[in-house]
């Protein structure tokens, strides 16, 4: 079990190391570092580098103490706050422990505080000096609540919702988007708050500005994408799907508007990402169709990143049946086969190709037919053969092997010109306990010789009458 201790206690062992044993300050820090993880404490969230063996007059706590005394005073000069509002950024930016003595100082009201000001300030008056100050202020939340989200309150979310609601500028916009990234990440408390403020409509409107900033069409689809995060393990039942399926009745639409308005990298990557991760219910996906899809992969065909969306987007697309036979049917499956033969020294791409592969062929006899007899099964070996010790290209190839055969198996006997039954064996024995059986059902529907374990079994006892 791993050990932890407050930020008092390590300042006492220093200050200790300093006084009793007439250490100098660099030294007292290294011999209570090195004491204390010799007993096995976690010392992640807390600061080493202090001044004087004290974590009181430490510039993090300086920073957020000056800040509060410059924005009680009517008189604001915004020359210190700005000096003042660069040291916090760079000292939460160390690390963890210094985030969390910031949060602790209060960093986190002043920081709302110092912004409700400079946003009404902008509003007012307009200019250059006035965005910059807004941008300066969010940009430190920002630092000050990485890995730090339990932070934000409701005048938070309110503050989000107003500037979305009442801001044009593109600079403040982006900075916004960032500081509501970070507070979504591994905290499903904060997802279900910000999302309740409607904000799917200020999204919406993002994503439709005529005038197209690339940055702010990024960030806004990052946040899009958060929302559908279950990451949180903190909450055993969170609202990945209902977001997933909210946001994509209202927003796909327009996405898929987008996506044929920006067909290159690395823009095309981020909407494919987004546009499958909300694919979460049979309608969305036929919403979600477009031929520009075959348009996307053919003027990025060397593209790895490209690749690895686009083949996100079509599995997530194949889970209707019917927008799975119109890909088929418009001639994707030579697409597919080029593709996997092209990045088949790539494990990533190899596993999410096959993957797509699986889900096209999945309970449909012409569609594997149709990869047989585009020249699949011998790319699947030699993607099988490369990444002998990738479970992730293993498991997936036998999915892929396992639908396009069950079905359809005239082409058998081509796997097993090609060795197919000494790689899958081989393949079981490295991960036979984590994914024996969709092994065994590879070699099953390739006819090899196969032994299945009885999953139940009676142990021959008479009931009684």
Known sequence: ???????????????????????????????????????????????????????????????VQKLKELCSTNDVDDILIIKELDILVAECNKDIAHRLRA?????????????????KTYSQEQNKYNESLVVKTLNSLIALMEMQPDLLDERGTNIMKSTLDSIENESILISTLQWISVCLMKHEINRQKVFDKNISNNLKKLLMRRKRNKKLLSETLQVIRRFTLDDDIRVEFGKAH??????????????????????????????????????????????AYEDVLYTILADNYDNVTVILQASKL?????????????????????????????HSNNATAASLILKCISALSLREVEHGRLFLENGVADVIVECLTVHADDSSVQKNGCWAIRNMVARYKEHNPKFHELGIEGVLNQSYEKFGKDFGFDIKSALRDLDCDVKLDEQWTGKGVQMEK
């Open 1 to 63: 079990m791993v050990r932890v201790i407050t930020q008092e206690t390590y300042d006492e062992v220093v200050k200790e190391n300093i006084e009793e044993f007439d250490l100098s300050p660099e030294e007292a820090v290294k011999e209570a570092v090195a004491q204390f993880e010799a007993q096995g404490v976690d010392l992640s969230n807390i600061i080493k580098d202090l001044v004087l063996g004290s974590s009181d007059n430490h510039p993090v706590v300086s920073a």
């Open 314 to 342: 079509i599995t997530a697309l194949a889970g209707n049946d019917d927008v799975k036979r119109q890909l088929v049917k418009s001639g994707i499956v030579p697409i597919i086969v080029s593709l996997l033969r092209r």
């Open 242 to 287: 209902e977001h997933a399926r909210d946001l994509g009745l209202n927003l796909l639409e327009t996405l898929t508007k987008l996506l044929k308005e920006n067909m290159e990298a690395p823009i095309v990557s981020q909407l494919m990402l987004t546009m499958s991760t909300l694919l979460v219910r049979h309608e969305l996906c036929e919403q």
């Open 103 to 119: 949060g602790k100082e209060g960093a986190y009201n002043t920081l709302l505080d110092l912004l409700e000001v400079k946003l």
